[in-house]
């Protein structure tokens, strides 16, 4: 019985399509994952009993919860029901990614969990059965086992690998106001066909991009259906995504369902300056791409 700590990355979406309705509601989706240098951290233990302790490194209150609904243990029980026993273990999460805003920590999280708990219990799981859980816990775990950059089809779990894009700083902007993910799908539904596949196309023009290595290429080809949805719901959005623009990021996006924003950079250049400008706006970060999966 091993103590392990597990990283548990943030992502952006560089490309969101969003390609149709699936039977029971979810979206069929056709998505670029990439991980940031951003992460949350779950030390796992096993234990007399189970307990999942949070540590809030960045004053979010009651948005992260440590009870049953919070993914981590959903992804525990999830591993117990699969093995048929109880696996008593001490979760200590160190929460560092702003939740409710797109950036997948808790679907990281729930990845870290399911990785953690399985090599320190010494499960005897095959990564199919890791995936097929994974699937079920939400659309942005399996990601979470895999990390780096990958395309994603599906609901966003069928996955293929992809080349890391060029180092590029990358500035967050999460609003002082969250949304909730099946809000903002459920407004894309409602959105005319006319406007509602603002990001066609970004799929196939990031891949071009990652597979060249050009930065130019991938700052022109980003693209996310959601944004029109986000903005829909929270007209201020656009207005941050301008002001980030107007800030000297050369291109601007919604993260996921959002709400936080993307802002990418220049290659080589100084994020602060911009960090600095955006201040005020809401919570700014530094960050840049991860470059390896796991
Ligand atoms: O899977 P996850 O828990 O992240 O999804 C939250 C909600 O987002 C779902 O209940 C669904 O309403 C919406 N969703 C969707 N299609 C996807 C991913 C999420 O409709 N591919």
């Known amino acids: ?34 991980w940031l240098d951003l992460e949350d951290l779950l030390d796992v233990r096993p234990s007399a009993k189970t307990e999942l302790v949070i540590q809030d490194e960045i004053g979010q ?7 049953e609904e919070n993914l981590v243990m959903k992804a525990l029980r999830g591993l117990e029901d699969l093995v048929d026993r109880e696996l008593p273990t001490r979760l200590h999460l160190i ?5 409710g805003g797109g950036l997948g920590g808790g679907s990281a999280d729930a990845a870290a969990a399911l990785l953690g708990v399985t090599r320190a219990h010494r499960l005897p799981l095959q990564p199919a059965d890791l995936l097929k859980l994974a699937a079920r816990l939400g659309a942005d775990v399996a990601f ?15 996955l293929s690998p992809l080349p890391s894009p060029p180092d590029l700083p990358v500035i967050l902007l999460v609003p002082p106001f969250p949304l909730s993910t099946p809000e903002v799908y459920s407004c894309w539904d409602r959105l ?4 509602r596949r603002a990001g066609r196309g970004s799929a196939e023009r990031v891949v071009a991009a990652l597979s060249k290595g050009l930065p130019q ?3 022109r080809s980003t693209g ?3 944004e029109v949805a986000a903005e829909a719901l929270r007209p201020e959005l656009s207005d941050l995504r301008r002001r980030m623009l107007e800030a000297g990021c050369a291109q601007a996006r919604l993260c996921g369902s959002g709400s936080t924003l993307f802002g990418l950079l220049e290659p080589g250049s100084d994020p602060e300056p911009v960090a600095t400008r955006l201040k005020g706006l809401g919570r700014v970060l530094c960050t840049r791409f991860r470059r390896s999966p796991r």
């Open 1 to 34: 019985m091993t103590p392990l700590l597990c990283s548990a990355p943030a992502k952006v979406n560089l490309a969101l399509e969003v390609q149709g309705v699936l039977p029971g509601g979810y979206h069929e989706l056709d998505t670029v994952f990439c």
């Open 61 to 67: 209150g009651a948005e992260v919860v440590a009870n």
């Open 95 to 99: 929460k560092r990614i702003p939740a």
């Open 144 to 158: 979470g086992l895999q990390g780096g950059t990958a395309r994603g089809r599906g609901r966003g779990e069928l």
């Open 192 to 195: 005319p066909a006319e406007v």
């Open 217 to 219: 290429d991938l700052l």
């Open 224 to 226: 996310n259906d959601l």
